[in-house]
């Protein structure tokens, strides 16, 4: 029999593929469970549901399910150009944002050459590293976050691509504007600095740096965003990257023709102009925040301070057995040993309702493993 794994790739045949939260529905199989009864904060998504305004969008869309979509997402660019002062070129629409972090991968990265990133960052960067067969120089995390200066001193003339998240996932953590500027201003112009801002719509305003103000310096930058987060649009998959015109002219020849659907494109477009639901989500996020911090505090638990929608909680154990005892609670949260965090697990921030939930689940669950 022909063996088809080892005919792969070779960065393939060694990749472990992403793990996603638990869909409700698959716990509720297997617990015999309502769906219903069951709460779901494990994959960041927006706890308010999709807006009105959004919702309208796609029903006015669905009229045009027979034709393919704008494959240049023309509305879309234009709005997002206009809103992030930037040029129409300087955008590339993404199947998500996670699309962005694979086209540069595969537009910039080949065997022999390397991606530079932190411990503890967003899962997604090995994979498309990986899948490419190119080299990642994991480095490692000081107090959870980037260090930006043993990253730069990391890249070496092999080097091709820096992923940086800000913040990061799952830990929250981040880095201010003068790290930023310190670092872009030292790194080889060679060097495609991808700053990952899927949850800039949350942080900005305070201490972190808004990418899109470092873009016209740094023609080796590359911000990506998503509407899978604060805009609440995780099912329909749109992200974008901004960049110079030449990075996404190149991420634009190797993208598929229509990566990004019509309801996602019409959807994306709604949700900019809806600002009121991202400040109610703005605000939901950091009452919410405060109120799972209250109730750690409690608990006797420490965790990392986040700019995210989420929080990562020490449980001071294994946090495995932690995390089934809240499934049969109906709870699903997130375990992290797989970024390398076996007694972390990450909570996205939900309704006040379901994070008291999870809070009084989290206590029970505690006291008996
Ligand atoms: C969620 C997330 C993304 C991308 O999500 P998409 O749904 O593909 O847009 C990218 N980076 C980080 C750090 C994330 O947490």
Known sequence: MTDFLALAQTGIQQLSPYVPGKPVDELARELDMDPASIIKLASNENPLGASPKTRAAIERELAELTR???????ELKTQLARQCRV????VTLGNGSNDILELVARAYLAPGLNAVFSEHAFAVYPIVVQAVNAGARVI???QFGHDLPAMLAAIDDKTRIVFLANPNNPTGTWFGPQALEDFLAAVPPTVVVVLDEAYIEYAVGGDLPDGL????RYPNLLVSRTFSKAYGLAALRVGYGLSSPVIADVLN???QPFNVNSLAL????AALTDTDYLQRSRELNSAGMQQ?????AELGLQWIPSKGNFIAVDVGRDAGPVFQGLLREGVIVRPVAGYGMPNHLRVTIGLAEENSRFLEALRQVLARV
């Open 253 to 255: 020849r190797i993208r």
């Open 68 to 74: 393919y979509p704008d494959g240049n997402g023309f």
């Open 140 to 142: 490692p995390a000081k």
């Open 266 to 269: 019409a959807a994306a477009c």
């Open 292 to 296: 799972l911090e209250k109730g750690f």
């Open 213 to 216: 103000d470092y873009l016209a």
């Open 87 to 90: 040029q129409i070129d300087q």
